[in-house]
């Protein structure tokens, strides 16, 4: 393996802890020594200062010297990574990403992205992820390079977004990425990294980085980098590299430190000088291949899309108290999805609060599989929102004009969950339109409670795997309504047999 040579200067600078260590070390031995041969008659002459002073800077500038080494990691993982074959540095296809996205499960715990998710960001820039293999063609470290919509990226670095809200559309082309100057690092993963090994694989990928954002974004425009910190060993890695904290966690909703790194070609140089030049032991090929991005087949027959449920809010009606409840029934859709079976299965998108028909309209391009209806309704309508600017009233979207614009969305909607009251209805129009293949909706008025109750079990039992019937027949139970709901299926589909994932 090849290094890098530093510059004197940069060695003193970086091994000047040692330094001082050693020339402290040095005048205090002379000390002893002069103490027990001169006795009582040992004086601070100016001629004995300039010694120790002269001593003191002679040795630790050589100490500074021989300690500051192009290292990142002790000298075993340097000895030790030098012997092994080459690594292997390509870009991720569908499979590839898929694996790279179950190593981070356990490390990112909360901020845990699923394959799916994290696939739409690869469809929209398919040069955003990197895979590295080691000499056995294991997968063995892996990261993402995005760039973010100026919106979206102006939020997240304040705190108040977190990854997990990162949609598609969200994503700038790999065209419009190389004009950004804020670039996001993601899905940061090396596969044992607390261990030996993992160390000299960490190594490999930042080198890997490093050779990635010199060929692909070049070095000639300043540039800031983010990486959010999940673990120990993060956190340690970026604070060795350099990176600072732009954001503390307790000021962030996904609570974890966001660190900052100012890309030039001079900190570029920099931080390869850190790591060492590994170009002999890897390669790095980042152009883009259709190898592995086939469409898998199973059982199940997976749609084209990711199954992706888009949580819709209308008007609520009545009490401050009641208008709280739409959070709350979101956030117990998302619970019951993460502690599901098949949570990677499906993708919750941003929820549409305070729906209006224009933002209604919109939904479709978040390619919902299931949509579900939030708020106030009657046997015929759904209660929206009328923005006027100044005034907002209270509209209606009666069951035509709902099945007039689900008709239209390009990628149909399978399923539609009505959680209002007496939408029962609404229901039978939309499956008899076929405009869905089922619909749930509630016959009667429909308790807050009872209606987070009821959807918290039935997203719990659609992401274990249970047929629709099934599902809805359990959460029935668990919430205790009076009475049940709805389910309606269009001709030729049975309730019993319609698995989401």
């Known amino acids: 393996m090849r290094k890098l040579p530093l510059g004197p200067l940069i060695r003193v600078q970086r091994g000047w802890k040692a330094g001082l260590a050693a020339g402290a070390a040095t005048v ?75 190593l981070t499960r356990e490390s990112y715990r909360h901020e845990y992205v699923g394959h799916q998710v994290a696939e739409q960001w690869r469809i929209k820039n398919p040069r955003a992820f990197v895979q590295i293999k080691a000499p056995d063609n294991r997968l063995c470290a892996a990261f993402g390079v995005l760039a973010l919509r100026e919106s979206f990226m102006d939020q997240f670095i304040k705190g108040r977004v977190c990854d997990t809200e990162l949609g598609g559309d969200d994503i700038y082309s790999w065209a419009e990425s190389t004009k950004c100057l804020r670039i996001y690092l993601s899905g940061v993963v090396v596969l044992g990294p607390s261990t030996i090994p993992g160390s000299k694989r960490a190594r490999v990928m930042m080198w890997v980085m490093l050779e990635y954002m010199r060929q692909l974004y070049g070095l000639k425009t300043h540039r800031q980098l983010y990486a959010v910190a999940v673990t120990k060993e993060s956190i340690r890695l970026m604070t060795d590299l350099g990176f600072v904290v732009e954001t503390p966690a307790a ?29 002999p032991m890897c390669s790095c090929n ?25 949580f819709v809010a209308g008007d609520r009606g009545g009490s401050q ?29 941003p929820p549409i609060l305070a729906a209006t028909r224009q933002t209604l309209v919109e939904a479709y391009r978040h390619r919902p599989l299931i949509l579900h209806f939030s708020g106030h309704g009657d046997n015929r309508s759904l209660s929206f929102i009328f923005d006027q600017g100044l005034v907002v009233n209270q509209t209606q979207i009666f069951a035509e004009q709902l099945a007039a614009i689900l008709r239209n969305f390009p990628n149909p909607v399978r399923l539609c969950v009505l959680n209002t009251c007496e939408s029962a209805a609404i229901a039978r129009h939309l499956v008899d339109e076929r ?32 047929a629709l019937s099934n599902s809805v027949n359990l959460a029935t139970q668990s919430c205790g309504a009076n009475e049940a709901p709805i389910v309606c299926t269009a001709e030729g589909v049975d309730g019993d047999t319609i698995i989401y994932v």
């Open 286 to 310: 980042f152009e883009p291949s259709n190898h592995g991005d086939a469409p898998r087949t199973s059982v199940l027959q997976e749609p084209e899309f990711p199954k992706t449920i888009l």
């Open 435 to 466: 405009v869905v293949e089922a619909a749930v909706g509630w016959p009667a008025k429909l308790a807050d409670a009872t209606a987070i109750t009821f959807c918290k079990t039935l997203y719990e039992c659609l992401g274990d795997g249970l």
């Open 321 to 349: 108290r009641n208008q709280l409840q739409i959070p709350r029934e979101f956030a117990s859709i998302q619970e019951a999805l993460r502690s599901s079976k098949h949570r990677d299965a499906f993708l919750v998108a």
């Open 28 to 102: 205090g031995f002379g000390r002893t020594v002069l103490a027990f041969t001169s006795a009582a008659d040992l004086h601070f002459t100016p001629q004995v200062l300039v010694i120790a002073a002269s001593s003191f800077l002679l040795v630790g500038v050589v100490a500074a010297y021989v300690h500051g080494r192009s290292k990142l990691f002790p000298d075993v993982f340097v000895d030790e990574i030098g012997s092994e074959p080459s690594f292997r540095a390509e870009l991720c296809n569908a499979v590839a990403l898929h694996e790279a996205c179950d």
């Open 251 to 279: 000021g962030r909703a996904d609570k974890c430190d966001l660190y900052r790194y100012d890309l030039t070609e001079a900190s570029w140089r920099t931080l390869l000088c850190r790591v060492g030049d590994l170009s």
